[in-house]
T-cell receptor
């Protein structure tokens, strides 16, 4: 167990809908990273937050957005969902004082029908 | 930006043999290289990492080597066991402008199968 939690574990929804994925980092970790893992794209970085502020952005679609709250949990919002958005979504966090090692949560499996 | 290439995409070995997975990276400024093991449907788990000021690191049956000049790093697993079967990902950390973590750029993954 990495100490990073994600909810829900599974999410099944229809095209055009909007969903919110939640991540709670390890206690004391200030940075949260979101990754998307699909069969044909591997693990792709989406976005990073540090202590509530956006720090880095990957190839995140405009339909996707994220935020980090004062209690440091983060939410990834996916809207106007398409079939191709079906994937595993992982968040990871880094320890304060050791900003290199990223610990991954268990992931949320999103299925868009 | 950083780009990481990983080879081979699949690797099958007999139990007890060694396995080697290789990765190359493009950004000479990258300074941190972790390896993750991922079982089907599970989270990537860090198994070993190396920083750019070190050429080799070992942890029991697992070792990683780094050649900064050639910009490549490798994972070596000795005395493989069936439970080593999984997908292995290499990654390189692209330094963030605030030097607060930085995103990981992953290789495409290697599916390792260890046959008993």
């Amino acid at each position: 167990d990495s100490g990073v939690t994600q909810t829900p574990k599974h999410l099944i929804t229809a095209t055009g809908q909007r969903v919110t994925l939640r991540c709670s980092p390890r206690s004391g970790d200030l940075s949260v990273y979101w990754y998307q893992q699909s069969l044909d794209q591997g693990l792709q970085f989406l976005i990073q937050y540090y202590n509530g502020e956006e720090r880095a952005k990957g190839n995140i679609l405009e339909r996707f957005s994220a935020q980090q709250f004062p209690d440091l949990h983060s939410e990834l919002n996916l809207s106007s969902l398409e079939l191709g958005d079906s994937a595993l979504y992982f968040c990871a966090s880094t320890r304060t004082g050791n900003t290199d090692t990223q610990y991954f949560g268990p992931g949320t499996r999103l299925t868009v029908l | 930006g950083e780009n990481v290439e990983q080879h081979p995409s699949t690797l099958s070995v007999q139990e007890g043999d060694s396995a080697v997975i290789k990765c190359t990276y493009s950004d000479s400024a990258s300074n941190y290289f972790p390896w993750y093991k991922q079982e089907l449907g599970k989270r990537p788990q860090l198994i070993i990492d190396i920083r750019s000021n070190v050429g080799e690191k070992k942890d029991q049956r697992i070792a990683v080597t780094l050649n900064k000049t050639a910009k490549h790093f490798s994972l070596h697993i000795t005395e493989t066991q069936p439970e080593d079967s999984a997908v292995y990902f290499c990654a390189a950390k692209e330094t963030g402008i605030y030097n607060q973590g930085g995103k990981l750029i992953f290789g495409q993954g290697t599916e390792l199968s260890v046959k008993p």
